[in-house]
């Protein structure tokens, strides 16, 4: 800290007993030396200090009861609730993760869920329509295979639609 001394005046006395107290040791070091030289010389400033000496001994023997058991909770509920992120935020933090390996890996798996999620259902869909077509009787086949026929025919994949354009 500064060891400069500073020549110090009772309205400034005053604002730095009414900060620190009446203990000139509570004082900072650079306001100690001024405040001892202007209580020597002005009965003013050892009033202001006299008076502030007196109310922090009246603060020092109040008791302060402890907080009851109930008030405990409610602080703590609030600081909870405080610092308890919405669904949101905890979606966003879970997607992205909280710590360096976790900003690797979790956007990767969650990228890759409805990738492995749309290829599940896909096989599971082909699966079914293949036990379907092995149930049917050939009659129903003929029909299944048309269908797949005009649906190729639709989509421009057949050979016929192609052989216009060769002449």
Do not use: C
């Not at 009446?22 to 200090?49: C, D, K, M, N, V």
């Not at 992205?96 to 492995?116: H, Q």
């Amino acid at each position: 800290m500064n060891n400069q001394e500073y020549d110090m005046d009772e309205s400034q006395f005053a604002r730095i007993v009414a900060i620190y107290g009446g203990e000139i040791q509570h004082f900072p070091e650079e306001y100690q030396a001024a405040a001892q030289q202007l209580l020597t010389h002005s009965h003013t400033a050892r009033q202001t200090q006299q008076t502030a000496l007196t109310l922090d001994n009246l603060l020092n023997t109040v008791k302060i009861p402890s907080p009851s058991p109930l008030l405990r909770q409610r602080i703590l509920r609030a600081a909870r609730a405080a610092t308890a992120p919405d669904i949101w935020q905890r979606l966003w933090q879970w997607t992205i993760g909280s710590s360096p390996t976790e900003y690797l890996w979790r956007p990767a798996v969650t990228f890759l869920l409805p990738l492995l999620l749309g290829l599940t259902i896909g096989f599971y869909s082909v699966q079914n329509i293949n036990n379907d077509i092995h149930a049917q009787t050939p009659a129903s086949l003929n029909m299944q295979t048309t269908s797949i026929e005009q649906e190729i025919d639709l989509l421009g994949l057949s050979n016929d639609e192609f052989s216009g354009w060769e002449q």
